[in-house]
């Protein structure tokens, strides 16, 4: 009865390292969402996985940003180059089908240097 | 650690008709406070936020929320809703100090009948 785990809970990286931030959502769920919350702001969309169809990208805010969703199930966000506005709590949330409950993972806390 | 409570799962409402969907949170500090939109098959999207300054919050689409520090609310409000405000609707908290956990309530699954 596991709920969605995130990992790392916290990483502080240099500027110019990539980072990879990994999401293990609920068995079964089909549908797997990715925020990023900074400061001072509210959720912002990054990237959204359904089944096996193509991923929704609209939300990645520059093409250092790329995620992927292996076998359906765990996903890892990947960030290249990072900048010091990457620092955000990154957060993943899973539900059964795009039309259910969200169930959301304790986030990522990501800080840039 | 924080909470948040939305008491209304299910609501169903004519065009025209108000609205206020109900959200108290429980916690000891300082905290930010939002209201999350997801329309059917779409992702969540932000409704409005309070951080500070005045606790009358305006946000899109009409929607408004009052925070009432007393009585740990947050309730969102709008005077006429449409059908296309059918949704479902998250209220959230989160710690005022830096980066903290977000804590979301259930969500309140809002119909508008035509």
């Known amino acids: 009865g596991a709920g969605v785990s995130q990992s790392p809970s916290n990483k502080v990286t240099e500027k110019g390292k990539d980072v990879e931030l990994r999401c293990d959502p609920i068995?079964?769920?089909?549908?797997l969402y990715w925020y990023r919350q900074s400061l001072g702001q509210g959720l912002e969309f990054l990237i959204y996985f359904q089944g096996n169809s193509a991923p929704d990208k609209s939300g990645l805010p520059s093409d250092r940003f790329s995620a992927e969703r292996t076998g359906g199930s765990v996903s890892t966000l990947t960030i290249q180059r990072t900048q010091q506005e990457d620092s955000a709590v990154y957060l993943c949330a899973s539900s059964f089908d795009r039309d259910q409950p969200q169930h959301f993972g304790d986030g990522t806390r990501l800080s840039i240097l | 650690a924080q909470s948040v409570s939305q008491h209304n799962h299910h609501v169903i409402l004519s065009e025209a008709a108000s609205l206020e969907l109900g959200c108290n949170y429980s916690y000891g500090g300082t905290v930010n406070l939002f209201w999350y939109v997801q329309y059917p098959g779409q992702h969540l999207q932000l409704l409005l936020k309070?951080?500070?300054?005045?606790?009358l919050v305006k946000g899109i689409k009409g929607f408004e929320a009052e925070f009432i520090k007393s009585k740990f609310s947050f309730n969102l409000r709008k005077p006429s809703v449409q059908w296309s405000d059918t949704a479902e609707y998250f209220c959230?908290?989160?710690?005022?100090?830096?980066?903290?956990?977000?804590?979301f309530g259930i969500g309140t699954k809002l119909q508008v009948i035509p």
């Open positions: 068995s079964g769920h089909t549908a």
């Open positions: 959230a908290v989160k710690d005022s100090g830096g980066y903290q956990k977000v804590t």
């Open positions: 309070y951080f500070s300054g005045d606790p």
